[in-house]
Antibody, heavy 125, light 107 residues
Framework: QVQLVQSGAEVKKPGSSVKVSCKAS????????VTWVRQAPGQGLEWMGR????????KYAQKFQGRVTTTADRSTTTAYLELRSLTSEDTGVYFC??????????????????WGQGTLVTVSS | DIQMTQSPSSVSASVGDRVTFTCRAS??????LAWYQHKSGEAPKLLIY???SLQSGVPSRFSGSGSGTDFILTISSLQPEDFGTYYC?????????FGQGTRLEIK
């Protein structure tokens, strides 16, 4: 059974960058996509982007284009989210989530039965 | 982008009550819809996918219906552990979008 384990809480200054990791234990990335979702304080869930590790391709929400990068290290089954030019509005809990990907048919199903525990990112001067 | 609108924004109900949540998509999404339960400090939990398929391990008191633009999540007999915020999410097209959530409080 694959589990996603995220890195610990971060405190960052405005203008800096943060890199959150998401390690898949008990499995590989070959049949999954990795999606990043965040929740700002008192707000709902917000989709940030999706990464397919086996293809090394990403899609991002328009809101984050230009300052977000998703990557993965397949050798360590770890996915990463990097967010740059942080402001206080980036404060929140960041989740990674996994969903099925079938490389033979290049098909993905974007509902998420696998989630990391969340990483709190606080942006404050 | 497809907008997902949930109603009501919050609901308070008693144990044993039947509770329904509504989700409306701004465009036709067929049955590409999922429902999640989210409790503070935890990861969201997938309840329903493909509009009406019950995720493995989820109690059968949860059910989903609908297609196209209008969807419903029903809890047939509310239990104390069902508190939390419920989100719908469309998986029809990118960008993936969530509804704003319905907060469920147990009386």
């Amino acid at each position: 059974q694959v589990q996603l384990v995220q890195s610990g809480a971060e405190v960052k200054k405005p203008g800096s960058s943060v890199k959150v990791s998401c390690k898949a234990s008990g499995g590989t990335f070959s049949s999954y996509t990795v999606t990043w979702v965040r929740q700002a304080p008192g707000q709902g869930l917000e989709w940030m982007g999706r990464f397919i590790p086996v293809l090394n391709v990403s899609k991002y929400a328009q809101k984050f284009q230009g300052r977000v990068t998703t990557t993965a290290d397949r050798s360590t089954t770890t996915a990463y989210l990097e967010l740059r030019s942080l402001t206080s509005e980036d404060t929140g809990v960041y989740f990674c989530a996994g969903s099925a990907y079938d490389m033979s048919s290049d098909s993905e199903v974007n509902w998420f039965d696998l989630w990391g525990q969340g990483t709190l990112v606080t942006v404050s001067s | 982008d497809i907008q997902m609108t949930q109603s009501p924004s919050s609901v308070s109900a008693s144990v044993g009550d039947r509770v329904t949540f509504t989700c409306r998509a701004s465009q036709h999404i067929s049955r590409w819809l999922a429902w999640y339960q989210h409790k503070s400090g935890e990861a969201p939990k997938l309840l329903i996918y493909a509009a009406s398929s019950l995720q493995s391990g989820v109690p059968s008191r949860f059910s989903g219906s609908g297609s196209g633009t209008d969807f419903i999540l029903t809890i047939s007999s509310l239990q104390p552990e069902d508190f939390g915020t419920y989100y719908c999410q469309q998986a029809n097209s990118f960008p993936i979008t969530f509804g704003q959530g319905t907060r469920l409080e147990i009386k």
